[in-house]
């Protein structure tokens, strides 16, 4: 599967965003599906997932209330919203997709750079 993200930008403290991953061929929907993100000098750390079926979602507790990820199987797409966002939100932001569950991932986007002013 090939994965596209897109709807990275500049917004301000407390603004929000939509990013969007849209994958390819028509097994979408047997991924489990996440967003991870890499600040500059830093390593890359989980975002969020969501199960196959966009049953069950789970975050990391620095993004728990403030985002939300979601998945529309007819569209090969997979979405993040954040809102009050925080300077510290501040990254290139990554979808990635697995088949198997768990912590790996087979398959990466290319990243979509998000820029948090104060």
């Known amino acids: 599967v090939q994965l596209q993200a897109s709807g990275g930008g500049l917004v301000q403290a407390g603004g929000s965003l939509r990013l969007s991953c849209a994958a390819s061929?028509?097994?979408?929907?047997?991924?489990?599906m996440g967003w991870f993100r890499q600040a500059p000098g830093k390593e890359r750390e989980f975002v969020a997932f969501i199960l196959r079926s966009g049953g069950s979602t789970f975050y990391a507790d620095s993004v728990k209330g403030r985002f939300t990820i979601s998945r529309d199987n007819a569209k090969n797409t997979v979405y993040l919203q954040m809102n009050s966002l925080k300077p510290e939100d501040t990254a290139v932001y990554y979808c990635a997709a697995s088949s198997v569950g768990g912590t790996k991932y087979e398959y990466w986007g290319q990243g979509t750079l998000v820029t948090v002013s104060s």
């Open positions: 061929g028509r097994t979408f929907s047997s991924y489990e």
